[in-house]
């Protein structure tokens, strides 16, 4: 049997991109992170959610990307979406920056809860360059074979799809989309939302609306950056 029908990876994906998780490089990754879970390191995300992205967004539906990192590296965050933490879970603060900046440019109400799902299921890729981390050791796994996948994810995305948008936030995404072409995608590049940085030109970036209408004047429909509050999170929606 070929080893591709053995990874869980969404249909889509898995048609275009899933051939790389055979590449050696990969096969080392697996290898170092069952080494690390039987050396008793909490690996985050949970093993079912490390392909969330992709589960929650095939290809065809993909609208916007946003580029993170490494998943968060505190207990019971990390969840597969770039940004995104489980339902209950504190704010980060980079994510409270990004609902301040949605507020100021789209007037989003920021919600109870920093869970990104919807935007997912609404074309939102939320993809971190590196996709495991080890609790409390941020950026453990960077440099062991995740960012070679996600390139190419960007890559065929970027050569596939036309009409994307990217969010490049810091230098570190504006690296790694590198090899988008702007005349097929519209790249917007700013500041990455930490605290650190996210006054040097994150806060009034206008992204999310510039996004939007890029996005109408292709006739491909606005995405709707609305979170609805914690307990209405996993309804259906329309």
């Known amino acids: 049997m070929n080893q591709a029908t053995q990874i869980k990876l969404e249909p889509s994906w898995k048609a275009r991109v899933g ?5 050696p490089e990969m096969q080392e990754l697996s290898t170092f992170l ?9 690996i985050f995300p949970p093993g ?14 993909v609208k916007v990307v946003i580029l993170g990192q490494d998943p968060y590296h505190g207990a019971g965050q990390a969840h597969g979406l770039c940004f995104s933490v489980q339902p209950g879970v504190p704010v ?11 507020q100021r440019d789209t007037g989003f109400v920021p919600p109870d809860h920093g869970c990104l799902t919807p935007w997912a299921h609404r074309g939102v890729l939320l993809l971190n360059s590196v996709l495991t981390v080890e609790e409390g050791r941020a950026g453990a796994h960077q440099g062991k074979g995740w960012e070679g996948f996600t390139d190419h994810v960007i890559q065929t995305l970027a050569a596939e799809r036309e009409g994307l948008v990217f969010l490049l936030w810091g230098s570190y995404a504006q690296q790694k989309g590198k090899v988008i072409d702007g005349g097929r ?6 500041p990455h939302p930490s605290p ?5 030109g994150f806060m009034g970036c206008g992204h999310f609306s510039a996004a939007n209408a890029y996005l109408r004047q292709r006739g491909l429909g606005a995405v709707d950056w609305t979170l609805p509050p914690r307990e209405r999170l996993g309804e259906r929606e329309e």
């Open 19 to 23: 051939d790389w998780l055979l590449r």
């Open 34 to 42: 069952r080494q690390r879970k039987a050396a008793g390191a909490h």
């Open 48 to 61: 079912p959610q490390i392909f969330a992205a992709f589960d929650a967004t095939p290809f065809e539906a």
């Open 92 to 102: 980060p603060p980079s994510l409270l920056n990004i609902y301040k900046e949605l």
């Open 185 to 190: 995608h519209r790249v917007l590049r700013a």
């Open 196 to 200: 650190l940085s996210a006054h040097r």
